[in-house]
């Protein structure tokens, strides 16, 4: 079945620490890439996506995630946290030009200030 | 300003007294969908609607109901709400896909938390 895995439930970090998040998916064609994030109380908000071209992609507020096929991966990066980084972090995949969205079951981020 | 409006925000019942939540979008999007929330299993999809009049069920559609009437609103219904659907609920729309170039944001809207006593 095809899915989507986010390695790391829970993550603790220092400010300025760099961040990496993990997010793999299972299906072999063609796919669209998200992350969304979720700040306390919130709705999800669009971080970055991926569609075509360059496979390192620059989103909002520093982040970028890099797209490696041989991989089905899509990783969320960040050079060095802060605070407000404080989230939850949500990997979804678009698979064979299907409408669905399916999303990862997320990754709590917490920045120790 | 474009977004996606849920009401109500907050709501608290008890088992069995129907209730509808409902979503409004205000950028002419055609499809329109229903997540419930929940802790360590992220964002499951109830119900789904590709546009006026098509609707289809998602991963976790039992114990709700849908319509989509007219192409801003698509209301949640729980005809005999549950215990098990205590939970944040989020409404999601974005254009229909037209043709695999096209790339579709997807906007979420506020979040209705909803206690089922």
């Known amino acids: 079945a095809q899915s989507v895995s986010q390695h790391n439930h829970h993550v603790i970090l220092s400010e300025a620490a760099s961040l990496e998040l993990g997010c793999n998916y299972s299906?072999?064609?063609?796919?669209?890439l998200f992350w969304y994030v979720q700040y306390p109380g919130q709705h999800l908000q669009l971080l970055l996506k991926?569609?075509?071209?360059?496979?390192l992609v620059k989103g909002i507020k520093g982040f970028e995630a890099e797209f490696i096929k041989s991989k089905f991966s899509f990783n969320l990066r960040k050079p060095s946290v802060q605070w407000s980084d404080t989230a939850e972090y949500f990997c979804?995949?678009?698979?064979?030009?299907?409408?669905?969205?399916?999303f990862g079951k997320g990754t709590r981020l917490h920045i120790l200030p | 300003e474009a977004q996606v409006t849920q009401n109500p925000r907050y709501l608290i019942t008890v088992t069995g007294k129907k209730l509808t939540v409902t979503c409004s979008q205000n950028m002419n999007h055609e499809y329109m969908s229903w997540y419930r929330q929940d802790p360590g299993l992220g964002l499951r999809q109830i119900y789904y609607?590709?546009?006026?009049?098509?609707?289809d069920k998602g991963d976790v559609p039992e114990g709700y109901k849908v319509s989509r009437k007219e192409k801003r609103n698509f209301p949640l219904i729980l005809e005999s709400p549950s215990p098990n659907q205590t939970s944040l609920y989020f409404c999601?729309?974005?254009?229909?896909?037209?043709?695999?170039?096209?790339?579709?944001?997807?906007?979420f809207g506020p979040g209705t938390r909803l206690t089922v006593l």
């Open positions: 991926y569609f075509s071209g360059d496979p």
């Open positions: 299906y072999g064609g063609t796919v669209n």
């Open positions: 979804a995949v678009i698979m064979n030009r299907d409408d669905k969205i399916i």
């Open positions: 609607s590709m546009n006026v009049e098509v609707t």
């Open positions: 999601a729309s974005r254009r229909g896909l037209a043709g695999w170039s096209s790339y579709n944001e997807q906007f």
